[in-house]
């Protein structure tokens, strides 16, 4: 089956820096990764995902970049801002076993 | 269009009795997913389901615990003979798509056990 692995567990950056979260992924057939985004207490929500016919999508200040060939992808958000603090979960898959999730980044974002 | 439902949000039982966790899917959504979460943790996936269909269970343990989605009404995991290692969120995702692409999360069941 798939195994994701993400890094880093904790970031801390200065409001107005950017921030990238790696995640790897060892099924070469999982072809749809999407990244998710839970504030404390809350569910997990949606922010970006990728499909893997494509390298790079972007959208506003975060963009998410994979390279098939190596098996990794990135989550890069520019000039963060206090609400991005939250945990970030990265997964792979798509194929007939579903989804599997990173054990997640907590992003803090410092004033 | 309502997002996807859960409840209870929180749940308290005493060690030994049953807990039952509800899930209502997104409109137009046949695939249900459910997830354990513990604190400081990430999401384990547990067990995948389709109307009246179990498809995958290989994260779920092996007793106590069982799920389904009926015809009608919402999917239920039920654990019985609760004990306190089972603290923890549950949360459903459902999706349009047989593959797991674009699972949309319910706000989550946290369940205490006392």
């Known amino acids: 089956g798939e195994n994701v692995e993400q890094h880093p567990s904790t970031l801390s950056v200065q409001e107005g820096d950017s921030a990238v979260i790696k995640c790897t992924y060892s099924d070469s057939a999982s072809n749809y990764f999407p990244w998710y985004k839970q504030e404390l207490g809350k569910r997990p929500q949606l922010i970006i995902d990728?499909?893997?016919?494509?390298g790079e999508k972007k959208d506003q200040r975060i963009a998410v970049t994979l390279n098939k060939t190596a098996k990794h992808f990135s989550l890069h958000i520019t000039e963060t801002q206090p609400e991005d603090s939250a945990v970030y979960f990265c997964?792979?898959?798509?194929?007939?076993?579903?989804?599997?999730f990173g054990k997640g980044t907590h992003l803090i974002i410092q004033p | 269009n309502a997002g996807v439902m859960q409840n209870p949000r929180h749940l308290v039982r005493r060690r030994g009795q049953e807990a039952r966790l509800r899930c209502s899917p997104m409109?137009?959504?046949?695939?249900v997913y459910w997830y354990r979460q513990l604190p400081e943790e990430g999401l384990k996936f547990m067990v995948y389901l389709q109307k009246e269909n179990i498809i995958d269970e290989s994260g779920m343990p092996k007793e106590r615990f069982s799920a389904e989605f009926p015809k009608e009404g919402p999917s239920i995991l039920r654990i019985q003979q609760v004990v306190r290692g089972d603290s923890a969120a549950y949360f459903c995702?459902?999706?349009?798509?047989?593959?797991?692409?674009?699972?949309?999360f319910g706000p989550g069941t946290r369940l205490t056990v006392l």
């Open positions: 995702a459902s999706s349009p798509h047989p593959s797991g692409n674009e699972q949309f």
């Open positions: 990728i499909r893997s016919n494509v």
């Open positions: 997964a792979g898959g798509g194929g007939a076993d579903g989804l599997t």
């Open positions: 409109k137009g959504h046949s695939h």
